[in-house]
């Protein structure tokens, strides 16, 4: 499972400057990231997977987006042209994403993940704006420059507004 130690040590070997910050509370899920933390929801960066079937084959999807602004399963199912989306399952996303269900990171996916950002939160979030984001632990984010989370996911970015837009 990826923890905190794992995403510093790739941060490091990046040279990109970050902290990990040790919260005042346990989480549940990243969607609690702006109680704990006191900022903004649209500072938080989560990943929500989505179990979809494209042409009768059942594949996980993982979703970066703003807390602010989540992805709902429709537009997704819409974007991908799948017959059927739903949340993923604990055990499905626990086996696709190597983290815990609810504390995915955007960084450190699987490669054999397709992964998708909202271009909402590319275009919403200033580049030199720090964002936080789960480390797979449940008394740690990272804090670092969304230019720098930007640079290193390897994403695809998609218009999950329903107009169509993909990057």
Known sequence: MQDALAIHRRLL????HHEIVRLPRVLTCFDDLPEVLGVPARTCVGVSVFETTVRGVREPVAVIGSVATPPKPAAVGA???AQRVKPASAFLVNAATDYAAGLVGPLLLPERLTVLIDQRLIDGTDPDEFVYTATG???TVVRLRAIHLFALVDAKPVDLTGHGRTG
Request: hydrophobic share 40%; net charge neutral.
């Open 13 to 16: 070997a990046h040279q990109i």
């Open 79 to 81: 974007l991908l042209g």
């Open 137 to 139: 632990e449940r008394s």
